[in-house]
C-alpha cells in the first residue's frame, strides 16, 4: 500500500510513513495511490467466514505486502476481537451494531487497529509516541483505550469543555495512567485547529526529533482508522447473504456522518469491490456535505451542537479524501453518495418510532442514520435495496438524552457502571495554542 496526500499528488509516502506522520507535513491527508480488489470468489463465499478471517482478508488486500502475514493477523485479531451483529428490524432494514467494543461506540475499530499497526512500526525503532487527539466525544476513550499501558506512549487528548454527555467525559478522564485529558475552553473545531497547530509547529518538531519523540494524530485523520472501518461492511454483507441466501441484492448503508471517516472508509470497500448502490450520508443539523451535494459549494461553518454531539462537525476533515477518491469530479460523487440533514427534532421522534415499532433502542447517532435510510428509500427504493443503517455507539452513552425520549430507564453495561464510579481527573486549558504547545512540551522528559 502507497499513499499520496491530498495536497499534492507527488508528495508519497509508505503505510509506515502515513500511519506514524498522521497527516501529511503539507497539510493534506493521506489518501491510497489505489485501491485493490478483493478476489471475487473471496466474495461470493463471504458468508462462510468469520469476522476476524473477513477482517484478515481485507487487511491483507489492502495492506498488500507492507506487514508480513502473521504479524498483521496478529493485529487484526488483537483488535477485532469484539462481535459486530446484523440486526433485522423490518423487511428491508437492518442496523449494523458497532458498539460491541471496550468503550461501547464504533471508533474502537479504528483507534484499536491503530494503536496495534503503530505499535508495530515504532517498535524496532526505539522511539517515544506521542499521540494528540480532539475529540467531540466518542474518539478520545476509543484511542485512549488502544493505547493504554503501551510502553513509552503517552496519548494527550482534548474536548471540548461543556460539550460533551456526562457519560463520555468520565470515559475519556479516568483511564489516568499513559492518558491525558485536556478541557478546552472552546469547541471541537477549536481542538482541531490546536491538533492541526501542533502538527505544523516547528518548535515542537524539531525539539522532539531531537528527542526521539514521535508526534502522531489519532483523529479520523489517520490513514490506519479508516483501514479497519472498511472490514465491518463487508462483514455486514457476509452477515446479510448468510441469513437471506441470495446474492441478488442491493445494498444501501446509512452512516451518520459527523468528520466523514466511517464514510469514506465505506467508499473505499466498495471500491475494492462491496456490491453497495449507494451510501447515504445522513448528518444532524451540521450540514455542509448534502449542502454542496446539492449546490456544489462546500463551505464550513462552526459547528453546531446537537443531541448527536459526535457528529458536530463543521468542516468535515475528509472531504478531502472523499474527493480525491473521485477526482474531485461532484458528479461521481453524487452517484455514491445521497446526503441529508435532520433537525434534533426530527431525531428525537425517529428514537421514539424506532423503539415503538421494533421494540429497539437507538442512539441518537443511529436515529440519524435511520431517518437518512427511510428518507432515501422514500425517494429511491429499488425493488432489491436493502438498508443497513449503522449504529454508531451504545444507547446507554447518551441515557441523558435517550430516556427522557422514551420515557424508560436503560439498562447500563457493567463496563460502563465501573467507570462512571471512578474519579474524573482532566487538565483544564484555554484554547490559546501557546498552552497546548507548553503541555506537549512537558509530556516527556526532555532535554533542549
Ligand atoms: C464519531 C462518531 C460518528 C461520526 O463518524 P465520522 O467518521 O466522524 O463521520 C458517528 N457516531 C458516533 C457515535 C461517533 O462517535
Aim: hydrophobic share 40%.
Amino acid at each position: 500500500m502507497r499513499l499520496r496526500s491530498t495536497s499534492d499528488k507527488n508528495n508519497i509516502a509508505t503505510l509506515k510513513e502515513a500511519v506514524l506522520k498522521g497527516l501529511a507535513d503539507d497539510g493534506g491527508l493521506f489518501v491510497p495511490l489505489k485501491i485493490p480488489k478483493i478476489k471475487s470468489n473471496f466474495i461470493k463465499n463471504i458468508h462462510k467466514y468469520s469476522f476476524q478471517r473477513i477482517a484478515f482478508e481485507i487487511a491483507k488486500t489492502l495492506l498488500e505486502k507492507n506487514i508480513p502475514e502473521n504479524a498483521l493477523k496478529k493485529i487484526v485479531n488483537e483488535s477485532i476481537n469484539f462481535d459486530a451483529p446484523l440486526i433485522k428490524l423490518d423487511k428491508n432494514i437492518y442496523t449494523l451494531e458497532l458498539f460491541h467494543g471496550p468503550t461501547l461506540a464504533f471508533k474502537d475499530f479504528g483507534a484499536r487497529f491503530m494503536s496495534k499497526l503503530m505499535t508495530y512500526f515504532i517498535k524496532t525503532s526505539k522511539q517515544k509516541l506521542l499521540i494528540l487527539a480532539a475529540t467531540s466525544g466518542d474518539t478520545g476513550s476509543a484511542v485512549g483505550n488502544g493505547f493504554l499501558n503501551i510502553k513509552n506512549t503517552k496519548v494527550i487528548l482534548l474536548y471540548p469543555s461543556g460539550k460533551v454527555s456526562k457519560i463520555q467525559e468520565q470515559q475519556l478522564t479516568t483511564m489516568n495512567k499513559n492518558i491525558t485529558a485536556l478541557e478546552i475552553n472552546g469547541t471541537f473545531d477549536d481542538c482541531q485547529r490546536l491538533v492541526k497547530e501542533a502538527f505544523m509547529n516547528k518548535e515542537i518538531k524539531e525539539k522532539f526529533a531531537k528527542n526521539k519523540i514521535l508526534l502522531s494524530s489519532a483523529n479520523s485523520i489517520n490513514i490506519a482508522r479508516l483501514i479497519p472501518q472498511t472490514f465491518y461492511y463487508f462483514y455486514a454483507y457476509a452477515q446479510y447473504l448468510k441469513l437471506c441466501k441470495t446474492h441478488d441484492t442491493k445494498l444501501v448503508f446509512s452512516v451518520p456522518s459527523g468528520n466523514f471517516g466511517n464514510l469514506t472508509a465505506g467508499l473505499i470497500a466498495k471500491k475494492m469491490g462491496l456490491p453497495v448502490k449507494k451510501f447515504v450520508a445522513s448528518t444532524n443539523a451540521n450540514d455542509i456535505f448534502p449542502k454542496y451535494l446539492s449546490n456544489g459549494k462546500f463551505n464550513p461553518k462552526p459547528s453546531k451542537k446537537t443531541i448527536s454531539n459526535a457528529m458536530d462537525v463543521g468542516n468535515p476533515s475528509n472531504f478531502a479524501r472523499i474527493q480525491a477518491l473521485y477526482k474531485n469530479d461532484i458528479k461521481k460523487i453524487r452517484e455514491a453518495i445521497w446526503s441529508q440533514s435532520f433537525s434534533d427534532q426530527k431525531t428525537k421522534k425517529a428514537i421514539q418510532e424506532i423503539y415503538k415499532n421494533y421494540n429497539y433502542i437507538a442512539d441518537p447517532h443511529g436515529a440519524v442514520a435511520y431517518l437518512g435510510l427511510k428518507e432515501y428509500f422514500k425517494k429511491h427504493q429499488g425493488k432489491n435495496d436493502i438498508g443497513i443503517f449503522l449504529e454508531t455507539a451504545h444507547p446507554a452513552k447518551f441515557l441523558d438524552i435517550v430516556e427522557p425520549i422514551l420515557k424508560k430507564k436503560i439498562k447500563i453495561p457493567p463496563a460502563l457502571l465501573k467507570c462512571l464510579k471512578k474519579k474524573k481527573t482532566s487538565i483544564k486549558l484555554s484554547k490559546n495554542f501557546v498552552d497546548l504547545k507548553n503541555a506537549l512540551l512537558q509530556s516527556f522528559p526532555t532535554t533542549p
